[in-house]
């Protein structure tokens, strides 16, 4: 298994690409760490999709910097090291030229 038990963190993988994500590195062996905002029932199921033990789940506000440092910290104290970041957490608006004033 190419990633076995090298522990990732996901960020924005309670749904959309983050969860496919995860789910990739979890068939490979990794033990994932499942970023959310606020939807714990979205990331609560994307963590039950995983293949394999220690997977976790973990909140926070990335938009808020002392949220985002605990987050790293609380990865760190419960998996002990971080060895690869996936940082696709985000927001997409949609801009339609047809509908832009410039
Ligand atoms: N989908 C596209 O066509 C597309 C195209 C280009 C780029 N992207 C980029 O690819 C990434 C993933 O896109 P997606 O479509 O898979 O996204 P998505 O399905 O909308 O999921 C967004 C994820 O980011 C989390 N999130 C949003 N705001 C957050 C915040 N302030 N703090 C922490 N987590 C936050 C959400 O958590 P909750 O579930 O808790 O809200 C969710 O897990 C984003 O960065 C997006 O901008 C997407």
């Known amino acids: 298994m ?3 038990d090298k522990v990732v963190l996901v960020t924005g993988a ?8 995860s789910r990739q590195f979890a068939a ?5 760490n499942v970023h959310y ?3 714990a029932l ?3 199921e994307a963590v039950e999709l995983l293949t394999g ?16 440092t605990d987050m790293v910290n609380n990865v760190v104290s419960h998996m002990k090291r971080i060895d690869i970041l996936v940082n696709n957490a985000g927001v997409c608006e949609d801009h339609p ?5 410039f």
């Open 2 to 4: 190419k990633f076995k």
């Open 14 to 21: 309670s749904r959309g690409f983050g969860r496919e994500i």
């Open 28 to 32: 490979a062996g990794a033990k994932v």
């Open 37 to 39: 905002n606020s939807n």
């Open 42 to 44: 979205a990331a609560q």
């Open 53 to 68: 033990n220690d997977h976790i789940k973990i909140a926070a506000n990335i938009a808020d910097t002392d949220q985002a």
């Open 97 to 101: 030229v047809a509908e832009s004033t």
